[in-house]
């Protein structure tokens, strides 16, 4: 069973129960869609599925860090990053 905090312990603790990163500090990194799926193994498909790219010319951002980064190398060939 939690244990519920009091309203002065909750403050002692409020700087290590949030999340201090602002949305403006997070580095990103936009990929663009630039060549078709079609004819791409299945693995690659889906590797554009978890980027979010379901159509060509698509641009969507994501938080760069290295599992971002690795699903861009698998389709490099099939994206571009984008300033």
């Known amino acids: ?10 403050s002692v603790w409020k700087k290590y129960l ?13 990929v663009k869609q ?5 004819g791409a193994p299945k693995d690659q498909k889906k590797t554009l599925d978890a980027l979010g790219l379901t159509k060509m010319h698509r641009v969507v951002e994501h938080e760069d860090n290295a599992s971002i980064r690795g ?13």
């Open 71 to 83: 699903l861009i190398n698998k389709v490099h060939h099939l994206v571009t990053v984008v300033e």
């Open 18 to 30: 949030t999340d201090n990163k602002k949305e403006s500090e997070m580095a990103t990194i936009k």
């Open 34 to 38: 630039t060549r078709s799926r079609i």
């Open 1 to 10: 069973m939690p244990t519920l905090l009091h309203r002065t312990e909750a």
